[in-house]
């Protein structure tokens, strides 16, 4: 089984496009480019802030396959094959292993509501069509889908297949999070989806964070991450500190939006163009980002 891993610092990607909505192939490849120059763990495309369910199924596998060409092996990288039905899901994940991607993140349906049962059978009938050694992580935001995979469901899924590995946990719930490696009878990887606690996360027995701002403060949370693992609790918790108060300062804005345009500000990509339904931002609010990023390049010592 391969030995690489979403660990550390996890960038769940955004997708470059073009001012008339197509995504931007060298856009991508630039953006994976810069996040393995930053230091970031592992790449993570075509989740969440990846717009992955507005996408149409060749780009989501033309912006895999450009993260793996570009990544090169450098950092690890796994592809988030969620999607509204089994079929496509089963589809993105058997391209991952063919493009060569390190594993799959598999996100549970979103919209429907599905009991125990049926997720347990959406998983089941996506893994058992992948290498019996493809590592997988299971990917849970209940706040997005509606659907929730408990500890009792973890634990299901993790002794009926081998090749799952961890959970990416996308809800500000620690109790949650600690139930996922207490009550499992083999212990998962286990990711946070929420800036505010990637050190909590850490402590607890958890490996790192799944950070779409993560991309834009990379030197923060790389810093984080190092500080931790070097046994400097209490730099971590400055650092963890000065994550917050950015994390709270961001509120309001639309995420993916925002992303786009502080990623733009800070000159990684051209445009911050965004798939309808997602807005464009007001002038204020790009304003207020302006701000925020001038403001961390100062507390950094960054040239902006």
């Keep these: 089984m391969s030995e690489k891993r979403m660990r550390g610092l996890v960038i769940p990607s955004i997708t470059p496009m073009k001012e008339n909505g197509t995504i931007d192939e060298e856009g991508i490849a630039n953006f994976a480019e810069f996040l393995v120059k930053a230091g970031v763990n592992c790449l993570y495309p075509n989740g969440t802030n990846g717009e992955s369910l507005i996408l149409e199924p060749e780009e989501h596998e033309r912006i895999a396959e450009i993260m793996v060409k570009t990544s090169n092996g450098r950092v690890p990288v796994f592809i988030q094959c969620g999607a509204m039905s089994t079929q496509r899901a089963a589809s993105y994940a058997l391209h991952s292993v063919k493009i060569g991607a390190d594993g799959a993140g598999i996100m549970t349906p979103a919209f429907f509501p599905l009991d125990e049962e049926a997720l347990f059978r959406y998983y089941s009938d996506i893994i058992t069509k992948l290498p019996p050694d493809y590592p997988v992580y299971i990917y849970n935001i209940p706040g997005y889908t509606t659907n929730d995979v408990s500890p009792a469901l973890l634990n299901r899924l993790l002794n009926a297949f081998p090749s799952i590995v961890g959970i990416k946990f996308s809800k500000p719930d620690l109790m949650r999070a600690q139930d996922y490696l207490e009550k499992s009878d083999r212990r998962p990887e286990l990711l946070i989806g929420c800036d505010s606690l990637f050190l909590q996360c850490l402590t607890i027995g958890g490996v790192g964070t799944v950070s779409g ?5 990379h ?13 400097d609790i209490k730099g971590a918790i400055e650092t963890q500190r000065q994550i917050v108060k950015t994390d709270r300062e961001l509120e309001g804005i639309p995420p993916i939006p925002a992303l786009k345009t502080l990623l733009k500000l800070r000159g990684v990509i051209k445009s911050d163009i965004c798939r309808a339904p997602l807005r464009s931002l007001t002038k204020d609010e790009v304003s207020k980002l302006d701000k925020i990023l001038n403001e961390y390049f100062k507390e950094e010592n960054l040239n902006g």
């Excluded at 701002?213 to 403060?217: K, T």
């Excluded at 030197?219 to 046994?231: A, D, H, I, P, S």
């Design 219 to 231: 030197e923060r949370f790389t810093r984080l991450y190092r500080q931790y693992n070097e046994g």
């Design 213 to 217: 701002p993560g991309s834009i403060f």
